[in-house]
Structures are given as C-alpha cells and as structure tokens.
C-alpha cells in the first residue's frame, strides 16, 4: 500500500522544530525529513495513513501563524519517498526537465505529479539548503515523456511557486556529470 505524505513547511526553525515534537507525540505517523532549510526556515516531511497525516496538519494549521505551506499528497510516488533519502542512480539521459520553486513543497507535490503522469525517473530532488529556501528537481526520460512530466507539474501548480521549469534534450555528459 502506498504512503500518504504530509509537508509542513515553516518560518521559524524553533517554531518547526516545536510543532514537530507535538505532531509526532500525538500522530502514528513516521519521519521522512526533519531539518531546517534556508533561510531560517524548517521543514516537516511525515508519513504514514492517510487520516493520521490529515489529523497532524490539521493540528498545525489551527495553532500555527509561521506555517509557510503544508499539504498531503495521498498515494505518493515510491521514487518521491527514495528521492528525500537518497540520490538516485539513472546512467541514461534522453532528456532532462528541470523545475524549481519557490518553497519546498511545491517542489515535491510537482514531482509527485510528473511522476504519476509520465514514464520519467527521479535524478536529483534538491530540497532548500544552500538555495534560499527553493527547491528544485530533475527527471529524465525520452524528450516527450519529460515535456508530458513537465506540463503536468505546470499544469497542477500554481504559477507563482515555479521559478522556472526547463526540457533538455541530449543534455551534455560533462553537464551530467557536474549536476
């Protein structure tokens, strides 16, 4: 059965990190991802059943002025879950689509997007650190399936979370290999 993922993005390291000790002392839920972002930002990644993800958001939503976004994604993407764990290995490059945004979680509920909706692989998930508290993925695949991934992470979002999204066809090996 696929996991449920719940993203908790706030303004405040010590508020995130307070908020977080409370949802998990009173959810059965597990910890994907504690850590703080940039800049001066926290992140909350939980999973779990549905209903408990539902339960701690909406406990966070009710008391907290420094929540910048959370949502649930139902079903997520096992390549989402190994993509905040790990760097996937993908040795052949077609195309790549790059996406970045504006906050964390719009950045994962995109990728779970291109990925439902298109035969792509997850190559990197970059989640805030370093980058002024954006966030930005690639997948690869053939060029049509990329765009097709691309499109439906555009179409899904709102606009204003997508600083830039961008397909590259037979992208560069020396590029490939400085990513």
Do not use: W
Request: glycine share 6%.
């Amino acid at each position: 059965m696929k996991k449920a993922l719940g993203i908790l993005e706030f303004s405040s390291v010590a508020k995130g990190i307070e908020i977080s000790d409370v949802l998990l002392k009173s959810s059965f839920v597990d910890v994907e991802l504690l850590r703080h972002i940039c800049p001066g930002k926290f992140l909350t990644i939980i999973s779990g059943d549905v209903e408990e993800i539902k339960e701690a958001i909406e406990k966070a939503d009710k008391s907290e002025k420094r929540l910048v976004e959370s949502t649930i994604i139902s079903g997520v993407h096992e390549q989402v879950l190994s993509g905040l764990k790990k760097r996937p290995l993908v040795t052949n490059f077609n195309a790549i689509g790059i996406m970045e945004f504006s906050t964390v979680t719009s950045s994962i509920i995109a990728l779970d997007v291109a990925l439902k909706t298109s035969d792509v692989n997850l190559v990197r998930l970059v989640l805030g650190n370093g980058i002024a508290g954006r966030a930005y993925f690639i997948i690869n695949g053939s060029v049509s399936s990329v765009e097709e991934g691309v499109k439906s992470a555009k179409d899904f979002l709102n606009s204003q979370k997508i600083i830039h999204s961008v397909v590259i066809p037979s992208p560069s090996k020396l590029l490939l290999q400085s990513l």
